[in-house]
T-cell receptor
Framework: ETGVTQSPTHLIKTRGQQVTLRCSSQ?????VSWYQQALGQGPQFIFQ???????GRGNFPPRFSGLQFPNYSSELNVNALELDDSALYLC?????????????FGPGTRLTVT | AQSVAQPEDQVNVAEGNPLTVKCTYS??????LFWYVQYPNRGLQFLLK??????LVKGSYGFEAEFNKSQTSFHLKKPSALVSDSALYFC?????????????FGAGTRLFVKA
């Protein structure tokens, strides 16, 4: 069973640029969530995708957007990057079955905005 | 605003001693509660969860957690700590009835187990 994978591992961008981060969910998982983890803080929920549609969103501006594909993989896109967007971005998948509410996280993408 | 609090930035314990990592939550209703662990340069790893039922839940690697509804707490425990338990631990709560999204995480507690 393949776990959650994310690419790239590290990324350096300049303020104002756009970035796309990618995530492959664990086999059999149809729900993907994205989190931003700033240094020294817990993960903050960005949004969740289920069956290729956004299923819920946290307190992040519209320049944070995403996609989910038929194979349940997902992308996180961030436009007009700001310095405060520097963080570890985590993708988590879950099977969305009754009783199974835990999430399985990928290793994350470390984004640095200069 | 709904939140999860982990009052200790760091917990230090000697190997072989019992450990407790504290967590309290301010989330409406009866949320689902979780503990995750994060090792350096890795994503979060699920340890255990409380959904309903027995207040003491057992999880991976010998960890357990005690749910206390009146104190809105969900403390992580282990009877005998190992050096390899040293890591960053996150408590999380998922409000019930929100359509399956938005898990709220605490800021994390770093556990240091000394040999």
């Amino acid at each position: 069973e393949t776990g959650v994978t994310q690419s790239p591992t590290h990324l350096i961008k300049t303020r104002g640029q756009q970035v796309t981060l990618r995530c492959s969910s664990q086999s059999g998982h149809n729900t993907v969530s994205w989190y931003q983890q700033a240094l020294g803080q817990g993960p903050q929920f960005i949004f969740q995708y289920y069956r290729e549609e956004e299923n819920g969103r946290g307190n992040f501006p519209p320049r944070f957007s995403g996609l989910q594909f038929p194979n349940y993989s997902s992308e996180l896109n961030v436009n007009a990057l700001e310095l405060d967007d520097s963080a570890l971005y985590l993708c988590a998948s879950s099977p969305r079955t009754v009783g199974s509410y835990e999430q399985y996280f990928g290793p994350g993408t470390r984004l640095t905005v200069t | 605003a709904q939140s999860v609090a982990q009052p200790e930035d760091q917990v230090n314990v000697a190997e072989g001693n019992p450990l407790t990592v504290k967590c309290t939550y301010s989330v409406s209703g009866n949320p689902y509660l979780f503990w995750y662990v994060q090792y350096p340069n890795r994503g979060l790893q699920f340890l255990l969860k409380y959904i309903t039922g027995d207040n003491l839940v057992k999880g991976s690697y010998g960890f357990e957690a005690e749910f206390n509804k009146s104190q809105t707490s969900f403390h992580l425990k282990k009877p005998s700590a190992l050096v390899s338990d040293s890591a960053l631990y996150f408590c999380a709560a998922k409000p019930v009835g929100t359509g399956g999204f938005k898990t709220i995480f605490g800021a994390g507690t770093r556990l240091f187990v000394k040999a």
